[in-house]
């Protein structure tokens, strides 16, 4: 399994002498283009025979990624910096899978000062970071770096679901060589549901009704989701009738990992209903089309039954979804909650399955359309007014209030506006309030899981019934002028164009670290999942169920 590590040791350098000597020695003779096709066969070669990352595979993804590359800022070599290529992947797996990849949320990190870089040292030989610094002297990363490395995640993600598998057919008792029939593969598959949907990777023999019977009592989500789930199976084995492996009744283990890799494929998105749920019952208590709920309005509603909106106020304004823009009438953000880690309901060592932000399909748009970093005020006013989102029509008029920001942004741009910038992301919140989240500057908020809150700040993440009434009873009339256009001129740009990439190095720490530390687990099999899972090893219930049961 170390061979997930062979990943980025391909992209820039295998541990293979002779492979070395040859990306070595490419750098003088090689083009562009057949260096890409050494990388491509050392990484099919690494992956080996059941990989999934195929050329068919890579162009699906590279056409994915191709729009957001070309509409981002680049370097004097026409490449990504570490920032700009990290916000690429995250934004491609949240689009396709609904996964936050860990160390790729937009809030962004600063990999170069980890304190983990210490332990990529000690597992990857520094002539492999030295053939990187050699091979792009800071060039950053291309388009086809990007769709390589994201393709090495997806099959990351596979391998962790195939040991999660593992695991649970261990704690069934059934041998991997064992042939099952669709009820025993569906047991199978609702154990494996079970610890993936509580952040656990591993359980035993002893523990398996418990943890079942716990999910059962506390998520109101599980019956939709055994259903979504025996679907994917249903039609994974049908689509599969001819091989002998799919046989009905007579299921092996490679059936049921080509049904947990699909399940995976196709959760995030078919999860994202609960959060288009969510989203409709904060819109019933919008304040004035503002995007904003009145923080006594959400208490309100959690003292008349919707407990789900239980988070104190600390926790809301950590997680950047508290507007306090007027100190007496506090409101809760829209797109900002529904997109709020609060509302994961999924996590392995990799990724967590959040809310799809459906302001990132709004600046795909965009980004199409315009092809470039940067966009004339006048061309995204003509975009956005014929640009719908799911609550707001067009063809519209912008209001004149809209038409002057983006022409004030213009002009801290010498007449341009940067599509990654913070204050179009601002503008883009008040064009759509409900779907684009309103992005606070950098280092005013610190989001985290419920359970990292409780762990870290020792708080629990919910307001009692004492606190939320004394805010239902102590507020005040609120004038809807006061949140029409909360503002602040503050610029924050994701990548400059004018400099060339100096972060390419620490980006590929990152991934390097991420399939280290991956292949380390790998390697050490159940005690390894033990380990990894120890800081949630009290957590037997999902996120929503701290909101469920707080008061």
Known sequence: ???RFCLVLALFGSVDASLRGKLHAAAGTMSAEQLRETVMQEVMAALGSGNRVTEQRLKVIEDAVRPSFEAMPKNEFG?????????VLHRLFVQRHAMYIKGLEASGMDWKNMSTSEVLQDHVPSFVLSLFEDRLKGQGLGLHELTVLAATLEHLIHDEAVARLSVVYQAHNVSQEDRVDERVMQELIDTYMTIFLVGRQNITASSVADERAAVVESYPGWHDTQKFTMQVRSSVVAAQAADADFSPGNLSFRAAT??????????????????????????????????????KDFY????????????SVNYLRELGALDESDPANPAVLIPNYVNSQSNCVASSSVYSVCC??????LLGHLEGRVAAPEASPEQIVSLVSELPSATVPAPRTLPDSLKSRINEVASHHGGKVPLHGRLFAQWLHHAYPRECPFPHVAGKTNPMTADEWMQVRGQSVSATKNEMERIVEKSTAVATSKFEMTWTADEELLA?????????????????????????????????WKKLSVARRHNTLLPCVHKQHAC
Request: glycine share 10%; with cysteine; charged share 25%.
């Open 1 to 3: 399994m170390a061979l």
């Open 79 to 87: 490449n990504l910096e570490d920032a700009a290529a990290r916000y």
């Open 258 to 295: 080509a049904v947990v890799e699909e399940i995976g494929e196709r959760y995030g998105r078919w999860q994202d209903s609960e959060c288009r749920d969510l989203k409709s019952l904060l819109t019933k208590l919008e304040h004035a089309g503002t995007g904003r709920v009145l923080l």
């Open 300 to 311: 309100g509603s959690a003292l008349n039954g919707n407990w789900q909106f239980s988070e």
């Open 356 to 361: 799809i932000n459906e302001c990132e399909a």
């Open 496 to 528: 400059s164009s004018k400099k060339p990439a100096s972060g390419g190095v620490s980006f590929l720490r990152y991934v390097g670290f991420l399939l280290a530390a991956f292949s380390a687990v790998m390697a050490f099999g159940g005690d390894a």
